[in-house]
């Protein structure tokens, strides 16, 4: 069975301090470095989602322009 192009499943384990580590594969697919910061969505019927982190800058702008608004 081949994977839908674009898609991609990983495993990790969580250690005893709450810490996961992000396969080698996804940091370098998506460009993740020691010192990142991440933004983590989670949806209790869905899970959790870790979007790109080109993601967060958008959706700070996003914020940051909805409150000029008021």
């Known amino acids: 069975m081949s994977k ?3 898609k ?3 495993t990790a384990t969580v250690g005893e301090k709450g810490q ?4 080698k594969q996804a ?5 993740i470095h020691p010192g990142d ?3 983590l969505l989670g949806d209790e019927k869905r899970g959790i989602a870790i979007p790109p982190k ?4 958008q959706f ?7 409150d000029e608004e008021d």
């Open 8 to 10: 991609h499943a990983w």
């Open 27 to 31: 940091r370098e697919l998506f460009d």
């Open 37 to 39: 910061t991440l933004v």
């Open 60 to 66: 700070a702008a996003a914020v940051f322009e909805a």
């Open 54 to 57: 080109t993601m967060f800058s």
């Open 20 to 23: 996961i580590v992000i396969p």
């Open 4 to 6: 839908p192009k674009g």
